[in-house]
């Protein structure tokens, strides 16, 4: 009933930029925050970078300064602009939402992943 669908993740060059994006659809009454998170081979999945239905944020301190997530709000979307890209951000990048249904039930949803390649 709640979809979050992930598009933007592509193979770059290290110290390039990719926007990524997520958008939710379903039956949505209110959204508490949207995130990223990834998961490289072999590791395990780390938050990237949240934002807060009030607009505050938070990052890794791996992607902070390089990396910003925003949010359409009017759009249930959120993007992560992510610039000065390395070879360690390489991974598979999820989408997340901390969100509310139409049946007030609180959970989280996960999107079903982008790969982003960092490689010359």
């Known amino acids: 009933q709640v979809q979050l669908v992930e598009s933007g993740g592509n193979l770059v060059q290290p110290g390039g930029s990719l926007r990524l994006s997520c958008a939710a659809s379903g039956r949505i009454f209110t959204i508490y925050a949207m995130g990223w998170s990834r998961q490289a081979p072999g590791k395990q999945r780390e938050l990237v970078a949240r934002?807060?239905?009030?607009?505050?944020?938070n990052y890794a301190d791996s992607v902070k300064g390089r990396f910003t997530i925003s949010r359409d709000s009017a759009k249930n979307t959120v993007y992560l602009q992510m610039n000065g890209l390395k070879p360690e951000d390489t991974a598979v990048y999820y989408c997340?939402?901390?969100?509310?249904?139409?049946?007030?039930?609180?959970?989280?949803?996960w999107g079903q992943g982008t790969q982003v390649t960092v490689s010359s």
């Open positions: 997340n939402a901390d969100l509310e249904n139409w049946a007030r039930r609180r959970d989280d949803y």
């Open positions: 934002i807060f239905s009030g607009g505050s944020t």
